[in-house]
């Protein structure tokens, strides 16, 4: 089975196409057991419509699975994660929108990151508009980093990237999304102010060791030269995932948060993640870029 990702091009259409085409060449030649594997595009009959085909995953991204299997060991899942933006970051390409939606984990129970590239090329050409969600060509804005939202840079960087990571660790040990008591409007002004994710009560039965929230805490540092890089995270994944105990409760919540408060970005991904599991099909040529 597959998965199919339905891109509208609403403007300067062979441009924007041959964009595309040289991130999906580009995405093709990824190999990495944490990269999503690229299977092929297919073109429609309409000349606006663009689709990309990749495996279908069948366990969700790694926040649902986490949630449904709490028994499974999330130091090794962030571990993987973890493994593939630095693989990543060693050929010079940056994911762009790390966050758990964007991390889907495979029959074998391995994650694979996904959805980064394409969509930003056409988020900075204005082609697409993404209704409710606030989404810029930077990434989704609880996980950006101060330097993105304020307007600092442009692009995403590695650092950019890893402060995402750190906001990925306290999402899957949490399965909380990074301030999800606040509105969507509310982060940005948030961060500017220097407001970051409290560590959770308890937080030792989560994972959170004292060295990991504090790799946690520099990863969500200020300054960019100030975060760790994603190999410093991997080598001290790699060792903590040994060390790893099942939560008496996953996940255990701050006194006073519900499990059914749902925040604007969870709906959203539960859209999202509706719409990768039911493809529609429509008449079309696929082109495998094998």
Same mark, same amino acid.
């Given at each position: 089975?597959? $998965? ?31 990269i ?13 419509s ?16 986490a949630?449904?299997?709490p @028994? ?26 790390? !966050? ?37 060509? $930077? ?7 101060? @330097? ?43 961060v ?10 308890k ?10 929230? !504090? ?54 991904? !539960? ?11 429509s008449?079309?040529v ?5």
């Amino acid at each position: 089975m597959v $998965a199919i990702k339905d891109l509208r091009i609403h403007e300067d259409t062979n441009r924007i196409s041959k964009e595309l085409c040289r991130e999906i060449i580009g995405w093709k030649h990824l190999s990495h057991p944490n990269i999503l594997p690229l299977l092929g595009v297919s073109v429609s009959l309409d000349p606006d419509s663009f689709r990309i085909l990749t495996r279908w995953m069948i366990n969700g991204n790694i926040t649902e699975y986490a949630r449904s299997n709490p @028994e499974v060991n999330r130091l090794q899942l962030l571990f993987e994660v973890a493994s593939g933006v630095a693989y990543l970051h060693k050929l010079g390409v940056v994911h762009g929108d790390l !966050k758990g939606a964007n991390i889907l984990v495979n029959d074998e129970g391995i994650a694979c990151l996904a959805d980064f590239g394409l969509m930003t090329i056409l988020i900075e050409n204005g082609t697409i508009s993404l209704s409710a969600t606030a989404v810029s060509s $930077a990434g989704t804005v609880p996980w950006m980093s101060p @330097e993105l939202l304020s307007g600092k840079i442009s692009k995403p960087t590695p650092q950019s990237d890893c402060y995402a990571l750190g906001m990925v660790i306290y999402e899957v040990l949490t399965g909380l999304p990074p301030f999800h008591d606040l509105g969507k409007h509310a982060v940005t002004p948030a961060v500017q102010r220097g407001k970051r994710p409290k560590r959770p009560s308890k937080s030792k039965s989560l994972g959170f060791s004292n060295a990991l929230w !504090k790799l946690v805490v520099r990863c969500l540092h200020k300054s960019p030269a100030a975060r760790p890089t994603a190999q410093d995270l991997l080598q001290y994944l790699q060792r903590a995932s040994h060390t790893w105990t099942p939560p008496p409760v996953y996940p255990i919540l701050e006194r006073g948060v519900e499990r059914d408060q749902t925040s604007d970005y969870e709906l959203e991904n !539960k859209v999202k993640s509706a719409r990768a599991r039911c493809p529609s099909f429509s008449l079309s040529v696929l082109c495998c870029v094998l």
